[in-house]
Every structure is written in C-alpha cells, then in structure tokens.
C-alpha cells in the first residue's frame, strides 16, 4: 500500500493546477486518471489552440444557484495570474474576440506546461488508471484504485463533469459526493446546440452551414454573437451561450439584424421600388437563402407594393424577434461543459474542501459553477485547482 499527503482524481486542467499548487508546498501528490493522456479537453479546446482565459473573467459570467461562490477564487487566483504563467513559459498568444486569449500554435503548449510543471514539484501521475472503491479513515482515505491499495490525507475530485462521454467523461463526482452525503444540483448539459421540431427542422433546412450575426434570448439574458444553422436546428457561439440559460419549454428570442429597424427598411423599400420583392429588399440585412425563408414563412409572396403594411411588419418581426421553442438540446455529446453539480453550499469558497468532510474536495466542472463561452471555464479550473492546492 502507498501513502500520499494528496490524491488527485483526474488528470485535467482543475486537477493538474492543483497538484502543481500541492506539490510545491512540499506534499506528497499522486494524480489519478483514467484516461491515456493527460489534458484531453484542453488538447481539443479552441480547436486545437485552448482558449486557456479570458481578458474579462468576472463573477457575473459565472452560473450558478450560489451566484457569488465563485469570487473567493476568482480574486485568489486570476486570469492575470495564467496569463503570466503563460508567457514565463513562452508560449505565443492572441486576443482573438471578446477578450478570448487562444493560443498562437497548439493546445499541447499549454498541457506540456502543466505537466512539465507538475514533474518540477514531484507529482506522481498515474494515466489508464480507475478508482474502483474510496472510503473515509481516521487518518484521511483509503482508495482502491488500478487494482493497487492508496492511502492519502487530502483527496481532491477533479473528474470533471457529464460533457463528452466519448472523451470519458462520467458522473464518477456527483456518484462519489452522494456516497458522502454531499448534495448535487441537478445537470444539464451547457454550451450545447439546441434542436427543432421536425416540422420547423424541414423548413429551415435549406439553411443548414449558414452563419449570421445575431441576438439571441431568453428570459433576461441575451448574447450577440454568431448564430449558425444546422441540419439539428442551431449552433454558434450565440446559441451556444444562451443554452446555458435555457431550460426545456423555455422561448428563446432570435434577432438576425440586430441594432437594425427591419420594418422601417422595409417600408422604406417598398416607396422607393414597390415592384421588388421582399427577399430583394432583405438582401442588404440578410443571406439570400435567409432572406428567402422569411418571405415563405411569412407568406410575403408578390411584390411589396400588393402586401400590407401589417403583412410587412409580421415579416420584419420575423427578423428582429424570432420567437421559437427548441425541442431541447443534442445533449452531453456535443456540450462543452456541464451546468450544476456539486452543491456549492457544501464546499467552503476560499478552499472548495467539502465544510462536512474534512480532507475532501471538489474542483472544476464537477462543482456547480458554469462559465460562459470563450476561456472561462478554464480559469476556473485554474482557480478552483490553484486555492484547492494551497490547502490539501
């Protein structure tokens, strides 16, 4: 049987931050994965560049049903923070939009970083390695892990959350924190494409591959960022980020002109040249093919001069306030993280151990605080990983 200060379980962006942090403190870090490759999601991040922060990380672009549990390690531990981790290193970066900082060659800079960085604090990893049992002692915990007895004082659970099954994502924390009694917020899964009805699916088909500027809603919240039709119903990053927010039966709202007063461009059009038709006076705001879906969904069939005005305005409407159910999402396949998880009410903010069960903690996706689309995610892991490190 080994013994360790700290075990790691999960060999991710949160998990790796946390065994560099522990281990130069001077513990002892074994980190556990049952993975073949250490960062996998931050090897296809970003496609392929790991959108690893974000100039504009602040608390409100977190969720989470403790909205302000995620500052204590936010402000610990900070997007200034990786970002000059980063450059000691001399990996090459952009801005690319919106304050997103992608790497200038490949994701495997920043995992090659983490990793070189846990060899200099004498991190143990172990990689195709499943945890088969974890049990409290009086001196910590007990784990059964790639058939081999490991005792340890401090056990993190960094095993990320339901997203990418195929990457081997599992539920392996929310089933560990039932088993102490920890309570799980209900998941979903977040930044995910949303899918339609059959019959809207078949209307909007022509449009799968098509990408436009737009605003979408829900409730209160709203992303102006691209939208891109599919052959499922809607992705991009504006799609994207609102399916945080939505929840089945939920309408989302979709302006495809945003900061644009369609009914008035085209009232305007049908003065100037009454002969046109509606897609003809669409096509400066919008893609032929889209321009071509309003005017069958709205009906707006002739020229304008023989449609009335509310007809006109029903298909403006059409643009600036879309307003659709999506019939859900595609799921923990295609979802780039995953929204609840661990009760943040359990965990204490400035250390993320579990308050009941000393020793314990959770990190990362596993915990439920959700970023936004565009680096955020991964500063928490940083953060999360980075306050968890200094106290096991």
Not at 14 to 41: F, N, T, Y
Not at 77 to 102: C, M, N, W
Not at 139 to 161: D, K, M, P, R
Request: aromatic residues 8%; proline residues 5%; charged residues 20%.
């Amino acid at each position: 049987m080994s013994r360790f200060d700290v075990v790691i379980l999960g060999a991710g962006a949160a998990g790796m931050m946390c065994a560099i942090e522990a281990g130069r403190r001077g513990r002892s870090v074994l980190i556990l994965d049952h993975a073949r490759a250490p960062g996998e999601k931050i090897r296809i991040s970003g496609g392929g560049r790991c959108n690893f922060t974000n100039l504009e990380v602040a608390p409100d672009r977190f969720i989470s049903a403790n909205p302000n549990f995620c500052r204590a390690a936010l402000s610990r531990y900070t997007q200034s923070d990786f970002i000059a981790k980063v450059t000691r290193h001399g990996i090459p970066f952009h801005e690319k939009t919106l304050g997103q900082l992608f790497c200038d060659g490949s994701a495997r800079e920043i995992i090659d970083m983490l990793t070189g960085e846990m060899r200099a604090a004498a991190c143990e990893l172990r990689l195709g390695c499943s945890v088969e049992a974890v049990a409290r002692e009086a001196s910590g915990f007990a784990l059964v892990a790639g058939g081999e007895a490991v005792e340890c004082a401090s056990l993190v659970v960094a095993t990320g959350g339901k997203s990418i099954p195929k990457m081997g994502a599992t539920d392996f924390a929310y089933r560990l924190a039932a088993e102490f009694g920890i309570h799980v917020v209900e998941t979903r899964p977040g930044l995910v494409p949303l899918t339609f009805p059959p019959a809207l699916l078949e209307r909007t088909a022509p449009l799968s591959g098509l990408s436009v500027d737009a605003r979408v809603s829900c409730g209160r919240t709203s992303f102006d960022e691209a939208l891109l039709f599919t052959h499922r119903g809607l992705s991009g990053p504006a799609i994207l980020q609102i399916s945080s927010y939505w929840s089945p039966g939920d309408e989302i709202v979709v302006d495809m002109a945003p900061g644009t007063d369609v009914a008035a461009e085209v009232r305007d059009a049908k003065i100037g040249n009454g002969r046109q038709k509606l897609r003809g006076a669409l096509s400066p705001l919008l893609p032929k093919r889209l321009a071509s879906l309003v005017e069958d969904e709205s009906g707006c069939h002739g020229p304008l001069a023989e449609l009335s005005g509310k007809r006109l305005e029903e298909a403006a409407r059409f643009v600036n306030a879309w307003r659709l159910k999506p019939t859900g999402t595609e799921g923990y396949r295609t979802a780039e993280v995953t929204v609840g998880g661990i009760d943040t009410k359990a965990l204490d903010q400035k250390t993320m151990m579990v308050k009941s069960v000393p020793g314990l903690y959770f990190i990362g996706e596993a915990v439920d605080v959700t970023g936004w689309l565009g680096g955020y995610n991964f500063q928490w892991a940083w953060s999360s990983g980075f306050v968890a490190g200094q106290a096991a």
